[in-house]
Protein backbone atom coordinates (compact mmCIF):
# COMPACT_ATOMS: atom_id res chain seq x y z
CA UNK A 1 0.00 0.00 0.00
CA UNK A 2 1.49 3.67 -1.00
CA UNK A 3 1.51 6.29 1.78
CA UNK A 4 2.66 9.85 1.26
CA UNK A 5 2.42 11.75 5.10
CA UNK A 6 3.04 15.04 5.00
CA UNK A 7 4.00 16.97 8.57
CA UNK A 8 5.36 20.19 9.19
CA UNK A 9 2.58 22.52 8.28
CA UNK A 10 0.59 25.39 10.51
CA UNK A 11 -0.19 28.93 11.00
CA UNK A 12 3.16 31.30 10.75
CA UNK A 13 3.43 34.95 10.31
CA UNK A 14 4.14 36.56 6.89
CA UNK A 15 8.11 36.60 6.59
CA UNK A 16 8.08 33.62 9.11
CA UNK A 17 9.46 30.22 8.00
CA UNK A 18 8.11 26.34 7.75
CA UNK A 19 9.73 22.95 6.68
CA UNK A 20 7.44 20.46 5.48
CA UNK A 21 8.26 16.68 5.04
CA UNK A 22 6.62 13.77 3.17
CA UNK A 23 7.39 10.53 3.96
CA UNK A 24 7.04 8.23 1.66
CA UNK A 25 6.30 4.36 1.92
CA UNK A 26 5.54 1.30 -0.47
CA UNK A 27 7.13 3.18 -3.04
CA UNK A 28 10.51 2.24 -4.76
CA UNK A 29 11.17 5.95 -3.63
CA UNK A 30 14.89 6.76 -5.27
CA UNK A 31 13.02 6.00 -9.15
CA UNK A 32 9.90 8.53 -8.14
CA UNK A 33 10.03 12.41 -9.65
CA UNK A 34 8.93 13.92 -6.19
CA UNK A 35 6.80 16.94 -6.34
CA UNK A 36 4.65 19.88 -4.14
CA UNK A 37 1.29 20.82 -4.97
CA UNK A 38 -0.69 23.40 -3.12
CA UNK A 39 -3.98 24.75 -3.97
CA UNK A 40 -5.75 27.34 -1.85
CA UNK A 41 -9.60 28.20 -1.76
CA UNK A 42 -11.26 28.83 -4.80
CA UNK A 43 -8.33 28.01 -7.29
CA UNK A 44 -6.52 25.32 -9.02
CA UNK A 45 -4.08 22.86 -8.05
CA UNK A 46 -0.64 24.13 -8.73
CA UNK A 47 3.04 23.32 -9.27
CA UNK A 48 4.96 24.71 -6.25
CA UNK A 49 8.29 22.59 -6.32
CA UNK A 50 9.35 19.47 -8.15
CA UNK A 51 12.99 17.30 -7.75
CA UNK A 52 13.93 14.33 -9.85
CA UNK A 53 15.68 10.97 -9.17
CA UNK A 54 19.28 12.77 -10.20
CA UNK A 55 18.73 15.69 -8.07
CA UNK A 56 17.43 18.42 -10.48
CA UNK A 57 14.99 20.92 -9.49
CA UNK A 58 11.88 23.27 -10.80
CA UNK A 59 10.25 25.87 -9.03
CA UNK A 60 6.97 28.13 -10.04
CA UNK A 61 8.44 31.39 -10.15
CA UNK A 62 6.44 32.12 -7.43
CA UNK A 63 8.62 30.72 -5.09
CA UNK A 64 11.54 31.11 -6.65
CA UNK A 65 14.58 32.07 -4.28
CA UNK A 66 12.35 31.35 -1.36
CA UNK A 67 11.49 27.54 -1.15
CA UNK A 68 13.91 25.08 -1.20
CA UNK A 69 12.85 21.09 -2.36
CA UNK A 70 15.40 18.29 -1.47
CA UNK A 71 14.50 14.78 -0.76
CA UNK A 72 16.79 12.10 1.55
CA UNK A 73 16.55 8.76 -0.57
CA UNK A 74 17.75 7.09 2.49
CA UNK A 75 14.70 7.93 4.71
CA UNK A 76 12.42 8.15 1.70
CA UNK A 77 11.17 11.56 2.41
CA UNK A 78 10.92 14.73 0.47
CA UNK A 79 11.43 18.62 2.00
CA UNK A 80 10.03 21.83 1.03
CA UNK A 81 11.49 24.59 3.14
CA UNK A 82 9.70 27.61 2.71
CA UNK A 83 11.35 30.82 3.70
CA UNK A 84 9.86 34.72 3.46
CA UNK A 85 6.57 33.26 3.66
CA UNK A 86 4.13 35.59 2.18
CA UNK A 87 -0.24 35.58 3.02
CA UNK A 88 -0.41 34.22 -0.47
CA UNK A 89 1.38 31.18 0.23
CA UNK A 90 -1.59 30.06 2.48
CA UNK A 91 -2.91 26.87 0.77
CA UNK A 92 -3.21 23.08 1.54
CA UNK A 93 0.11 21.68 0.45
CA UNK A 94 0.20 18.37 -1.30
CA UNK A 95 3.09 15.62 -1.50
CA UNK A 96 3.03 13.67 -4.79
CA UNK A 97 5.15 11.34 -6.49
CA UNK A 98 5.59 10.66 -10.36
CA UNK A 99 6.63 7.51 -12.22
CA UNK A 100 5.77 7.09 -16.09
CA UNK A 101 1.85 6.73 -15.44
CA UNK A 102 1.83 6.27 -11.59
CA UNK A 103 1.01 9.38 -9.97
CA UNK A 104 -0.18 9.06 -5.93
CA UNK A 105 -0.66 11.92 -3.55
CA UNK A 106 -0.63 12.73 0.26
CA UNK A 107 -3.97 13.85 1.86
CA UNK A 108 -2.68 17.38 2.00
CA UNK A 109 -1.51 19.48 5.06
CA UNK A 110 -2.48 22.85 5.87
CA UNK A 111 -0.42 26.12 5.77
CA UNK A 112 -1.29 29.39 6.89
CA UNK A 113 0.63 32.50 6.61
CA UNK A 114 -1.50 35.70 8.67
CA UNK A 115 -0.28 38.03 11.54
Known amino acids: QVRLVESGGGLVQPGGSLRLSCAAS????????MGWYRQAPGKERELVAS???????NYADSVKGRFTISRDNTKNTVYLQMNSLKPEDTAVYYC?????????WGQGIQVTVSS
Open 51 to 57: ITPGGTT
Open 26 to 33: GITFMIYT
Open 96 to 104: NANYRFLSY
